[in-house]
């Protein structure tokens, strides 16, 4: 019969809170972040009830542990926000590919370029593949006049990182941006933001313009025409005696 491993459960990375807290004594930091001092734990329980507050364990390996009065509910959404906001600004960093013959059309030719120059203008680098079939293996320069007309064609966006170099049947040129992931992610979004009010703005326009028409047709409406004065009849003079 084998031994019977008696793991425990996983480790919680949250803090301990309110009663979840054993200790004789903490270290007490007021909702203002005020010093409050070394209290008992029955104390500081006490003072968070009255703040209608959590205790939490800030830094349990102090001695004694420093605990904060604060509202721990709200404490975590805007942790976690923080953190997904960090997360959407994080640039991670991607290598696209982009695939040509060396005998490429024009036309293809032009629709890849324009791929690379939208990966480059997203900060991103580009590893760009030359491939050869056949007897195309035995003529490697056209593979390289090739990568060489595409780098000058976006010198503007981005440069050599790695030079032109066989692979087997392959010949691979990696482009690197010049511009920072994190530079072309803010302005993607200055962009966005940019034609998010030009829609909003053209919208509001067309509304007051609506407005303005309706006013205007109020105030044009024909008013009523005048009744003609009616006709008085002249008394009769009276007859004079005879």
Request: net charge neutral; with cysteine; proline share 6%.
């Amino acid at each position: 019969m084998g031994k019977r491993c008696n793991r425990g459960g996983p480790i919680s990375t949250e803090p301990r809170i309110n009663d979840r807290i054993r200790v004789p004594e903490v270290r007490l930091v007021g909702p203002s972040g005020e010093q409050v001092g070394i209290v008992p734990l029955a104390k500081a329980l006490e003072l968070a009830q009255e703040y209608d507050l959590d205790l939490v364990e800030v830094a349990a390996t102090a001695r004694p542990p420093v605990c904060k009065l604060m509202d721990y509910g709200k404490f975590k959404y805007e942790s976690a926000m923080k953190a997904r906001e960090a997360r959407k600004n994080q640039a991670h960093t991607v290598i696209k590919e982009m695939k040509l013959r060396p005998k490429i059309d024009p036309h293809d030719y032009d629709t890849k370029k324009g791929h690379v120059v939208r990966f480059l203008k997203q900060g991103d680098k580009v590893k760009i593949t030359i491939m050869f079939r056949g007897r195309e293996q035995s003529r490697p320069e056209l593979g390289f006049r090739l990568l060489q007309r595409l780098a000058d064609d976006v010198q503007d966006l981005g440069f050599v990182e790695s030079s032109a170099k066989q692979d087997g049947r392959n010949m691979i040129m990696v482009l690197g941006p010049h511009k920072k992931k994190t530079e072309a992610m803010a302005e993607a979004r200055a962009l966005a933001d940019a034609r998010k009010a030009e829609r909003q703005g053209r919208t509001a326009g067309a509304e007051t313009e609506a407005e303005t028409e309706d006013a205007v047709e109020a105030e044009t409406v024909e008013a009523p025409e005048a009744a003609e004065p009616a006709e008085v009849e002249q008394p009769a003079e009276a007859e004079q005696d005879a």
